[in-house]
């Protein structure tokens, strides 16, 4: 029989020990693993994984080569905006039945692509593997490939059973699967060029961040995959620099562009004044160019100063509270915990579904020594953790709102869902009127935790 | 009426989920139990994010997390060590263990499993197990719900004297539903099973402690006395042919009625008849008022909504009863589909629109872009459905009046009431200012009065 074990004054199941620890403690939290059978981990599949990377190209037909559910749960998913085709908000699904589970499924795959291909005019078509289409053994390879060859489009099988794995592996498997678009690089590359990998144009976001390059002089080749179009990624390789945000998703790719085309990478984020701040003079520094550095160094002043006055404000009211982040990376909870800080709010518990080794180093020495470090966490100790640090504010995805607001606490989405657009200098702008509209709200006055009346006294003493 | 089955190669923009999340909401609907889906982490996740995207409350199911090892070789440890998990973190009193595709397809026997792992738990502490056959590539949420429902009557339910006790099984209705039917049996003064109830458990308060399990949920013990019930009322005209009241008529002798959602006068009156005759008490005096409450509205709305034409769609429960509430308030039906495969989808609106005057589509095991189409063909005013079908109202321009599951883009969908006259009071309310609200846009005159 299984038993949970304390950590942290919190019950944590005793499999599951290792992967929670305090930032200051001897080690740090175990990772990489499978989720515990039973433990209701936050996480997804592989499927997820590669679905949530490639979904934002808005020129591609994304067809589910699998069951209903697959299709169902992921059809207009994500807030990725698109300046062109929607096509990518739209679900197809070969809707595989008893018949091709016992017959096999490349047929009806064979019929759909095609059928879908002639209907909708896409500029290529990604096919994601599930579960049942490895265990049938279907060859989609094989389909994908006669299928380009007859229609004469990109088809790319995207190798996302979503047993094969973890949902960083879906993220390789998408890795892949761009990779497999791009074309070999030019002779003569532009010389102020860049591609943005890893941004999701949530809300607009890409949008933002490519106005800040144009605004330095640098050109984007390629946003991927945010408000992405094939065209663009198949000329990825003639850009001069890949910059990588959301590393976890897209450091794959990065890395095999370096091997193959000699493309250097380099790692940002564009959330939190710091951060933003750090990946433009990062890129001007790459270029060493001096009207580059200077752009960049007027582009940064206009747009703090613009955000100042509504930060100091916020600032005030939020001083002195306690944050939780659980998100699906560890650079963007690193990027969260110093946007928290820049509000006068500390980071109690700091969590991640796919983080990795580096990742939570680097993340355990931005993080004060009485922190919770927790990889691939569940409901029961996420509930425990924010109750027994008395946290003010978590910031999660969906999954996580009602663990929060069940218990009272208020609530940030952080994940691909919102509809606000959150990176860049008025992005932090937009994050902190987001902590304030929480923080400073005077519902959570009623809420038990801060409210509960003595047993038996009239309704309302407790407020 | 023309009834159409839309023959395609793919769907697109599904119109129906997979049957593990029916299983989840059944289970979400009995005291103390909690899902376990054996298979990849991903179905659990997917389904509880959907499921609390409309609920909006914790909704902790499990999975087997099967990785390549589980794929190739069984996930019977994987089961066992998954149902130890559960039961440190959260104690449950039930464990619906539900399959996804790929136990189904290795062929996972999840019931012996289940036999196996049940007989090394402690007999009395620990959880009852219930196992059932789930494939997402057959059937749709809907014979998921009802599966899960027939596997924890047929584990739990136990034969005793007859009894004047009730059973209603619900198909998938809100958490308002199941409060009203609650209340309708309280008002009646019988003691009834109302299977599943998920009122509490999945639109409850807020908490003071981290609870793991709601509260809530219809009762292990009483789920236990649905073999001694003298009725069984099965609510819905989407229940299958097999089920949980059919069990108990076969099983245990408990008569068996069928009725439609009670949504609008007609089909509220017959199932409040059919609640006197099975308990031998007369309707309570307070429905009279609300029921002449109600016809009292339709006549004061009857003429904003008289010939225009709905477009209805969600699971087959839902477009029968609200096709004949339609009909009833002088509105078209023009398009009634669903995702599910309902062979006599046609016939029961047939029967519950029997005055409308003009075509009604009726389309089955279609999707949203197949209502998209048939929408447009059908001339429609106003949607009636999930949120799912925004996209179309948008397309359309005219109304949606989002109703049942899911309601992912308002608040509130769990707090929705369709059943009994106060339900359709509300429903008829909210048609009627869906309606005005866009004559009084349309018009540059803007209209004080309407």
Same mark, same amino acid.
């Given at each position: 029989m299984s038993a949970t074990v304390?950590?942290? !004054?919190?019950?944590v199941l005793a499999q599951r020990a290792p992967q929670v620890a305090l930032a200051g403690s001897g080690a740090a939290p175990s990772c990489g693993t499978k989720s515990v059978a039973g433990s209701v981990s936050q996480r997804a599949c592989v499927f997820c994984g590669s679905r949530v990377v490639l979904y934002p190209v808005a020129d591609a037909l994304h067809l589910v080569h699998g069951p209903i559910g697959c299709a169902a749960y992921t059809w207009d998913i994500r807030g990725a905006l698109s300046s062109g085709p929607q096509l990518h908000r739209t679900s197809f699904c070969t809707d595989l039945s008893e018949r091709e589970i016992i017959y096999g499924g490349e047929k009806k795959l064979y019929a759909a692509l095609c059928a879908l291909i002639d209907r909708e005019r896409p500029a290529a078509a990604f096919v994601y593997a599930t579960c049942i289409a490895g265990i049938i053994g279907d060859d989609i390879g094989g389909v994908c490939k006669r299928v380009a060859r007859e229609k004469g489009i990109p088809v790319v099988p995207v190798q996302s059973e979503g047993f094969r794995g973890t949902k960083k592996d879906g993220y390789r498997a998408a890795c892949d699967a761009l990779f497999s678009l791009i074309e070999p690089p030019p002779r003569e590359r532009p010389p102020l060029s860049v591609n943005i990998l890893g941004d999701f144009n949530i809300a607009g976001e890409t949008w933002e961040v490519k106005r800040y390059f144009e605004r330095m002089g640098l050109s984007v080749v390629a946003t991927m995959t945010g408000d992405g179009r094939i065209a663009d990624i198949r000329r990825a390789a003639s850009a001069r620099l890949n910059i990588v945000q959301c590393s976890g998703s897209m450091m794959h790719l990065a890395r095999r562009l370096e091997e193959s085309a000699g493309m250097p990478y380099m790692r940002a984020s564009f959330f939190g004044i710091e951060d933003t701040a750090?990946?433009?003079? !990062?890129?001007? !520094?790459?270029?060493g160019d001096a009207a580059v550095h200077g752009a960049a160094r007027e582009l940064v002043k206009s747009e703090v100063a613009a955000v100042t006055p509504e930060l100091s404000r916020i600032r005030a009211r939020c001083r002195g509270k306690r944050g939780a982040v659980y998100v699906g990376g560890a650079f963007k909870a690193m990027s969260l915990v110093r946007a928290l800080r820049s509000l006068g709010i500390t980071t109690a518990v700091a969590g991640t579904q796919t983080g990795n080794a580096d990742d939570y180093a680097a993340l355990r020495g931005l993080c004060d020594p009485d922190t919770v470090i927790v990889d691939d966490s569940n409901p029961r100790e996420l509930s425990s953790l924010l109750l027994a640090r008395g946290v003010d504010l978590f910031i999660g995805g969906v999954k996580e709102r009602p663990i929060a607001y069940k218990l009272g606490i208020g609530f940030c989405d952080h994940n691909h869902e919102r509809k606000l657009g959150l990176a860049g200098f008025a992005g932090m702008a937009r994050f902190a009127r987001e902590v304030e509209s929480t923080v400073a709200s005077p519902v959570f006055r009623f809420v038990p935790r801060n409210a509960a009346p003595a047993s038996g006294a009239p309704l309302g003493s407790g407020t | 009426m023309k009834r159409e089955t839309k023959q395609s190669f793919a769907a697109v923009n599904p119109c129906r989920l997979c049957a593990p999340l029916g299983a989840a909401l059944a289970f979400a609907g009995v005291e103390g139990a909690m899902t376990l889906l054996h298979g990849s982490q991903g179905c659990a996740t997917y389904i509880r994010r959907f499921l609390i995207s409309h609920f909006r409350e914790p909704i902790d199911i499990a999975s087997s997390s099967f990785a390549e090892d589980e794929a190739i070789f069984g996930g019977a440890a994987a089961l066992e060590q998954a149902v130890s998990n559960m039961i440190a973190q959260y104690h449950p009193r039930l464990i619906g263990i539900a399959t996804t595709c790929v136990a189904e397809t290795i062929g996972e026997d999840v019931a012996r499993y289940a036999r196996?792992?049940?007989?090394? +738990?402690?007999?009395?502490?620990?959880?009852?197990?219930? /196992?059932?056959?789930? /494939?997402s590539y057959k059937g749709s949420h809907a014979e998921g719900y009802h599966a899960a429902l027939y596997r924890i009557v047929e584990t739990l339910a136990r034969p005793g004297a007859a009894s004047d006790r009730i059973n209603i099984v619900a198909g998938m209705i809100s958490p308002a539903d199941f409060r009203f039917l609650r209340e309708v049996c309280n008002g009646f003064g019988v003691i009834a099973t109302i299977l599943p109830d998920y009122s509490e458990t999945l639109d409850g308060g807020i908490w003071e402690h981290n609870r793991g399990l709601p509260d809530g949920g219809t009762g292990i013990n009483d789920i236990r006395a649905m073999g001694s019930a003298s009725n069984t009322l099965s609510l819905g005209r989407g229940v299958p042919d097999m089920s949980a009241g059919d069990f108990l008529e076969r099983t245990f002798g408990v008569r068996h009625s069928r009725l439609g959602l009670p949504i609008g006068i007609q089909a509220t009156d017959a199932f409040m008849n059919a609640l006197a005759a099975a308990c031998g008490k007369p309707v309570p005096a307070r429905y009279a008022a609300?029921?002449?409450? +109600?016809?009292?509205?339709y006549v004061d709305g009857h003429k904003y909504v008289f010939g225009k034409r709905a477009v209805i769609y969600g699971d087959p429960d839902a477009v029968v009863a +609200?096709? *004949?509430?339609?009909?009833?308030? *002088?509105?078209? /039906?023009?398009l009634c589909a669903t995702g599910s495969a309902a062979p006599g989808l046609a016939a029961r609106i047939g029967e519950a629109v029997p005055e409308s005057d003009g075509p009604v589509t009726v389309l089955d095991k279609t999707d949203f872009d197949g209502i998209s189409d048939a929408a447009s063909a059908a001339g429609a005013d106003i949607l009636i459905g999930s949120s799912k079908g925004n996209f179309i109202a948008g397309r359309l321009d005219v109304p949606l009046v989002?109703?049942?599951?899911?309601?992912?883009?308002?608040?509130?969908? #769990?707090?929705? +009431?369709?059943l009994g006259y106060r339900g359709a009071q509300e429903l008829f309310d909210r048609i009627v200012n869906e309606i005005l609200?866009?004559? #009084?846009r349309a018009s540059k005159a803007e209209y004080a009065y309407m």
């Open positions: 304390r950590i942290s !004054d919190v019950p750090r990946a433009l003079y !990062d890129a001007a !520094d790459f270029f | 196996e792992i049940g007989a090394r +738990l402690d007999s009395g502490a620990g959880p009852v197990l219930v /196992p059932v056959s789930t /494939p609300e029921r002449s409450r +109600l016809i009292d509205a +609200l096709a *004949g509430f339609c009909g009833e308030i *002088g509105m078209v /039906p023009a989002r109703v049942f599951f899911p309601v992912h883009d308002r608040i509130g969908g #769990q707090r929705l +009431l369709h609200d866009k004559r #009084q």
